[in-house]
């Protein structure tokens, strides 16, 4: 009964220290103080395009809709759908990106899909083998696309006002997030993506960096 008992504390103690540790973290994450491009003198930059006609330009419409969805918070829940969408719901790092470009109304399905139709070749993941159902929600597809079809970007952290909001940025060949306009006290921005964290909208993007290398920055023409 002794032994059963001391376990039981040992049990309530984590549980307790857990709990401390947890709150702790939310809380620093909601009042951590953050910056913005204008608190270092870097000029936000603005899309000449308005695919959309909302009256918003495209890269702004880009980082509203990754702010979307990170505030709807989809389960991580990697899956094959037919028709390719997951339900609202789910999501990877990879619907991410094509629901905040949906917000500027773009289906990078579409595009992605019609470039590997044409360049077949080019994308190394698709085997030879296309398949509009999941190809444009892999991270190597996406990298490939981007590469061909937008603007590439530097990698560099450090030159910070090359980062803008709504720009997209790929660690390895494994994840893909959106540039936040929120930016730490370094000036490094914020990252938008989906790892099933808490906070979907966090500073990690140097952190992230160590561990897996930004091979890939890119930005939507316009």
């Known amino acids: 009964m002794k032994l059963i008992k001391k376990i039981l504390i ?11 540790i947890l709150t702790a973290y939310i809380v620093y994450k909601k009042y951590k103080k953050v910056y913005y491009a204008e608190d270092f003198k870097i000029e936000t930059l603005r899309s000449s395009l308005d695919y959309d006609n909302d009256g918003i330009d495209d890269y702004t419409d880009i980082l509203q809709g990754a702010k979307i969805e990170a505030k709807n918070k989809p ?59 999941i190809d444009f929600r892999r991270v190597p597809n996406l990298k490939v696309y981007f590469e061909r079809n937008q603007i590439s970007l530097t990698t560099d952290l450090n030159d910070i006002k ?51 290398k930004i091979t890939g920055h890119y930005r939507m023409k316009g």
Not at 10 to 20: A, F, Y
Request: overall charge negative; aromatic content about 10%; charged content about 25%.
């Open 75 to 133: 389960t991580y829940r990697s899956a094959y759908y037919n028709g390719g969408y997951p339900p609202d719901n789910e999501g990877v790092c990879t619907d991410v990106i094509w629901r905040a470009l949906k917000n500027a109304g773009y289906s990078l399905k579409d595009m992605v899909d019609e470039d590997i139709k044409n360049n077949i070749d080019e994308y190394p993941r698709v085997e030879g083998k296309q398949d509009t159902n």
């Open 10 to 20: 040992c049990i309530l103690i984590i549980v307790i220290t857990s709990l401390i």
């Open 162 to 212: 090359e980062w803008q909001a709504g720009d997209i940025v790929v660690f390895g060949s494994k994840h893909i997030g959106i540039i936040s306009d929120k930016r730490n006290k370094k000036g490094i921005p914020y990252l938008i993506h989906n790892t099933g964290q808490p906070f979907r909208e966090e500073d990690i993007l140097e952190l992230y960096n160590q561990y897996t």
